[in-house]
């Protein structure tokens, strides 16, 4: 059975940083392309970025390039996202995917002073 | 890249039919096979219930179908019962690697 088990969040100041993770198991992880999406209070779905099977590829959605970065360590079954200069927006429910395919049960970020 | 265009909300009686409708362009529902479908319910992660534009992942229904024409998917649940209500979410892979969602449809069985 796949799962995925995200963590990290918590609460962090406007301009703040925070790396959440995903340990993943039940699938060949170092096969298949990893996704985060986001959902803020009471809000829909935005997809976030991607990372091919070996890390060689990322993509982001426009409003968080150059502020976040999403990376795995294959070795570890795990995907990463890197958060930096965090606003009040960013505030959401961060979920982790396989393949769009499966979801985990995602991490709260709070981004408030 | 804009969101792609879901009605949002539709309604149904149990045992009825709903369709619910999601609109892109050619760089992403129209060119692209990878349209998914979601369903949330309240306090729980989103469920794949359909993907790549009409196939159901083991385990659903078979009361939900997806189908596209064009520009448009669209994802039809019949013989609605309780449980189907919920928000319900599509995907399509767009131009560029992006993936993008439509706004969400709110489905109430009345």
């Known amino acids: 059975e796949v799962q995925l088990v995200e963590s990290g969040g918590g609460l962090v100041q406007p301009g703040g940083s925070l790396r959440l993770s995903c340990a993943t198991s039940g699938f060949i992880f170092s096969e298949y392309w990893m996704s985060w999406v986001r959902q803020a209070p009471g809000k829909g779905l935005e997809w976030l970025a991607n990372?091919?099977?070996?890390?060689?590829?990322?993509n982001y959605v426009e409003s968080v390039k150059g502020r976040f970065t999403i990376s795995r360590d294959n070795a570890k079954n795990s995907l990463y996202l890197q958060m930096n200069s965090l606003r009040a927006e960013d505030t959401a429910v961060y979920y982790c995917?396989?393949?769009?395919?499966?979801w985990g049960k995602g991490t709260t970020v709070t981004v408030s002073s | 890249q804009s969101a792609l265009t879901q009605p949002a909300s539709v309604s149904g009686s149990p045992g009825q039919s709903i369709t619910i409708s999601c609109t892109g362009t050619d760089n992403d529902v129209g060119g692209y096979k990878f349209v998914s479908w979601y369903q949330q319910h309240p306090g729980q992660a989103p469920k794949l219930m359909i993907y790549d534009v009409s196939n159901r992942p083991s385990g659903i229904s078979n009361r939900f179908s997806g189908s596209r024409s064009d520009n448009t998917a669209s994802l039809t649940i019949s013989g609605l019962q309780a449980e189907d209500e919920a928000v319900y979410y599509c995907s399509s892979y767009a131009s560029g690697g992006l993936w993008l969602f439509g706004g969400g449809t709110e489905l109430t069985v009345l």
């Open positions: 990372i091919k099977e070996d890390g060689s590829e990322k």
């Open positions: 995917l396989y393949k769009m395919d499966v």
